[in-house]
């Protein structure tokens, strides 16, 4: 249906003409999402700029019975921040309220808006003499908002934690538009159920965050990153628990990544350079931040006890920063050079550490068997027991989409038979809802959906996605 013309007049009075709109060839931004999975018909789309005006767009929505979508930079890998039924749900975007509200240096925090982007949180940080740990590849797109979503992980949480640790308090707008101020700064608060943290991972089912407490920390002086060659996950257990033993909360990352998605960035990526190494069915790409400035590497004596234990096989450490952005680019392009490879599908599972080698070796057998045609491309934070266990189909790119669900169930199954989980870090959204409603405890199940009742009873918030 199109947007009535009475409720059109009643947003344009609480945004204004510009930031309603209609017109759907100004729509790509926010109805295009990153996997190329989805696309959103959403009846409108509007960009508020305050929690006031979130909170009268809700207060309408809900007197109207309409389906809300809250968007920030639309990163999301799992088409959680697109419509699910065309033409029925208004999409709220969140990047213009992109503020920073207030810093505490001396109390370690800072509020801001949840529009404001990762990479700009980052910048807030910085200029303040401060430090904001969570960092990912879409940190220039990423909202924080949106990071508290998905309670985003990303390659420091080894050392400070998913978002969920990273934050002191909240405020959101509630599903019939009342705002709850949760901006506390405390680090100690048991005054009962820890409502923040509901809000944390509902990928906008509950309602809309609009501002943020962070923690901050202290601005790291120096990192020492490495690329090392291993011959098997099995050692690179054994590396990650000698640099754990040796380096303590030094040790801020530690990324496993199989030699195939390397070759498909030497191959599809000319451009990206990939330092040379001896030969190696895996790499593991290793960073250690110190506070102290040293005369002598810490990582370079770790390494040599590893290579007398034979855990590793050779390694390189970064000579400066910009050696290590570089060891860092091949992770971070794999990706794009999936993508290039053809039929690229995702995912972000997660394991106890321990099992990962027995659960690479089982899971891989089963997959190979149900689909011979089948590439792995596996890579992720170890340190975590997460990965990002992908699978391209360069002969023919059609057989991964067409046969997606069938090796999503494949691989989940043993997931779950490990004890894992099978979303680590981006959640569920429409793409692992039903693998979700199959593989969750159905008591926890149970548990969401009475909490989503109690919270959003009408159901305005978020239609079809997680629950
Ligand atoms: C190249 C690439 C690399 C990535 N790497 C990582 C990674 O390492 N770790 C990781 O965890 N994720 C990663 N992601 C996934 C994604 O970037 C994160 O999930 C991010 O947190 C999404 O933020 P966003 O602002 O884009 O949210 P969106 O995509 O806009 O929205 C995501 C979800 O959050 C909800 N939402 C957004 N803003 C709000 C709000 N203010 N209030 C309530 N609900 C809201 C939406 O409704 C939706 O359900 C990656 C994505 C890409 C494209």
């Known amino acids: 249906m199109p947007l009535p013309n009475d409720l059109k007049d009643k947003f344009i009075e609480i945004v204004e003409v510009n930031h309603v709109l209609t017109d759907p060839s100004l729509y790509g931004p926010y109805t295009d999402d990153f996997t190329d999975h989805y696309k959103s018909q959403p009846l409108v789309i509007l960009r508020p700029n305050s929690t006031e005006q979130v909170s009268q767009i809700i207060k309408l929505c809900a007197e109207n019975r309409l389906g809300v979508v809250v968007q920030g930079g639309n990163t999301n890998l799992t088409g959680s921040a697109s419509t699910s039924t065309p033409d029925s749900e208004v999409l709220i975007s969140l990047t213009r309220m992109k503020n920073l509200v207030s810093v505490d240096t001396k109390g370690d925090s800072m509020v801001v808006e949840a529009g404001m982007t990762l990479a700009d949180v980052h910048k807030c940080a910085e200029d303040n003499g401060k430090f904001f740990p969570l960092s990912f590849a879409a940190e220039g797109n990423a909202t924080i908002g949106g990071c508290l979503a998905c309670n985003a992980g990303g390659v420091a949480v080894l050392r400070y934690g998913t978002t969920r640790e990273l934050v002191l308090g909240i405020e959101v707008v509630l599903p019939d538009g009342r705002i709850w101020n949760g901006l506390r700064s405390l680090?100690?608060?048991?005054?009962?159920?820890?409502?923040?943290?509901?809000?944390?991972?509902?990928?906008?089912?509950?309602?809309?965050?609009?501002?943020?407490?962070?923690?901050?920390?202290?601005?790291?002086?120096?990192?020492?990153?490495?690329?090392?060659?291993?011959?098997?996950?099995a050692k690179a257990v054994a590396l990650l628990n000698r640099v754990k033993d040796s380096a303590g909360s030094l040790l801020t990352a530690f990324e496993l990544i199989s030699?195939?998605?390397?070759?498909?960035?030497?191959?599809?990526?000319?451009?990206?350079?990939?330092?040379?190494?001896?030969?190696?069915?895996?790499?593991?790409?290793?960073?250690?931040?110190?506070?102290?400035?040293?005369?002598?590497?810490?990582?370079?004596?770790?390494?040599?006890?590893?290579?007398?234990?034979?855990?590793?096989?050779?390694?390189?450490?970064?000579?400066?920063?910009?050696?290590?952005h570089k060891f860092w680019h091949v992770r971070e392009s794999i990706p794009l050079a999936d993508r290039t490879?053809?039929?690229?599908?995702?995912?972000?599972?997660?394991?106890?550490?321990?099992?990962?080698?027995?659960?690479?070796?089982?899971?891989?057998?089963?997959?190979?068997?149900?689909?011979?045609?089948?590439?792995?491309?596996?890579?992720?934070?170890?340190?975590?027991?997460?990965?990002?266990?992908?699978?391209?189909?360069?002969?023919?790119?059609?057989?991964?989409?067409?046969?997606?669900?069938?090796?999503?169930?494949?691989?989940?199954?043993?997931?779950?038979?490990?004890?894992?989980?099978?979303?680590?870090?981006?959640?569920?959204?429409?793409?692992?809802?039903?693998?979700?409603?199959e593989f969750k405890d159905p008591i926890e199940l149970e548990l969401m959906k009475k909490i989503k009742n109690a919270i959003d009873p009408e159901g305005i918030m978020n239609p079809g996605k997680l629950i």
Not at 297 to 324: G, P
């Open 187 to 233: 680090r100690k608060d048991n005054t009962g159920y820890d409502l923040k943290n509901l809000f944390m991972g509902s990928e906008g089912t509950l309602g809309v965050i609009t501002k943020v407490v962070l923690k901050l920390f202290p601005i790291p002086k120096e990192k020492e990153t490495s690329l090392v060659c291993v011959e098997s996950p």
């Open 341 to 437: 490879e053809g039929g690229s599908i995702h995912s972000d599972i997660s394991l106890p550490i321990a099992s990962i080698p027995e659960f690479l070796e089982v899971s891989l057998k089963r997959l190979k068997e149900e689909f011979p045609w089948i590439e792995d491309s596996i890579f992720g934070h170890l340190g975590d027991g997460n990965l990002h266990y992908n699978f391209v189909s360069p002969e023919d790119p059609t057989l991964t989409y067409r046969f997606e669900e069938e090796i999503r169930r494949n691989l989940y199954t043993t997931v779950i038979e490990y004890n894992g989980s099978i979303s680590a870090e981006h959640g569920i959204g429409m793409l692992k809802k039903h693998h979700n409603d």
């Open 259 to 324: 030699e195939k998605p390397i070759s498909r960035v030497k191959k599809n990526l000319p451009d990206v350079e990939v330092p040379e190494l001896s030969p190696s069915p895996w790499k593991v790409l290793l960073e250690l931040s110190l506070f102290e400035k040293k005369e002598e590497s810490v990582l370079e004596s770790i390494l040599e006890q590893a290579f007398e234990a034979e855990e590793i096989t050779d390694a390189i450490i970064a000579n400066s920063l910009k050696d290590s």
